[in-house]
Structures are given as structure tokens and as C-alpha cells.
């Protein structure tokens, strides 16, 4: 069985998209809050990622019982992910399908957004940083860009790996 779905690709990703300040591990996780107040971004959103792109070393990775794709362009996968907006700090939750489940951030009065995150996969052995830019849209629509690196060892292969997603998506209550 071949697994290659979007969601371990970003988070694998997201191993591999190291080397700069833009994914520093604490860069990402001390983005500050934005402009905006109240909490009217908060809820449950509907999103779709794209895969657009893939550098650096995406191994495919053999677990005797099933084979991971790191990272394949095209593919895609759809998440459901939960907003909270308290003022200025943005919070995003996604299911565990996704290698970095948590992101936080800022968010501007527009619904202009950078949030970023931090973990690790293999019991430590991958180190895995995230960024996404993005805006939500008075009608509830998200779009947005995300940034992913992934570095470290799996099941003898190097990876260092990194990948763009592009997200599009709705709250189903708009």
C-alpha cells in the first residue's frame, strides 16, 4: 500500500523547509499578534491544500507495511481546521493528519494573517516548522499559502525537505 496524501506531505514537508529565518523554529513561534479585535474569525473552516511544490531531499519512506511519500506536487487533501481569534492572536487547529497541529500567530483587522508552528515526528528524529500566510474574508472564505520544512532521520533516510501548499477554503456557516 502506497499512503501520499497531502497532509503527511505537509508534514513532511515541513521537515524540509529550513535554512532561513522566515522557518526558524523561533521565528515561528513568536509571531506577534495583529490589529484586529474581538473574535469575529473564530470558528470551523472547510480547507482544501494543494500541493505546488517540493525541494530539497522528499524521500519515499519504506515501513515494511506501507510506503510514505514525503512530497509529491499535486496532491491534495482537505481538513477541517478550527479558528480561534481572541483580539490581535490567531490560533489554528487541524486533526492529527496534519504533521503540525497547532499554529498561532497574528491577525490584522483586513483578515490578513502569518501563523507558524513547531513539532517533531519519528520520536524526535524529524524536526518539522510550518508558516502560513493567508486571509479570511468577510464572507468567511480562506485563502492562504503555506510553508513547510522538514529535517531529520526516518527509517535510515535523510530528509530535508521542503514544500509549498496552497489552501483554499470556507466556514461552512457562511
Known sequence: MKISNLAGLAALLLIACGG?????????????PGTATGSR??????????TSDCSGECPVIDYDWFT????DVGMKDEEDIGIVHSAG???????????????TGGIDADGQFDVGGWSTQEGGDVEIVARVLGTIA????????????ANGNARDEHIACRGTFEIRG???GN
Request: net charge negative; glycine share 4%; with cysteine.
Open 68 to 71: 510514505y511519500t514525503i512530497c
Open 20 to 32: 532561513d529565518d522566515f522557518l526558524d523554529k523561533d521565528t515561528v513561534t513568536e509571531l506577534p
Open 89 to 103: 492572536h490567531l490560533q489554528i487547529d487541524a486533526d492529527n493528519s496534519l504533521p503540525v497541529t497547532r499554529l
Open 170 to 172: 470556507q466556514s461552512p
Open 138 to 149: 468577510p464572507d468567511g472564505s480562506i485563502t492562504a499559502t503555506a510553508h513547510l520544512y
Open 41 to 50: 474569525f473564530t470558528g470551523q473552516y472547510e480547507v482544501e491544500l494543494y
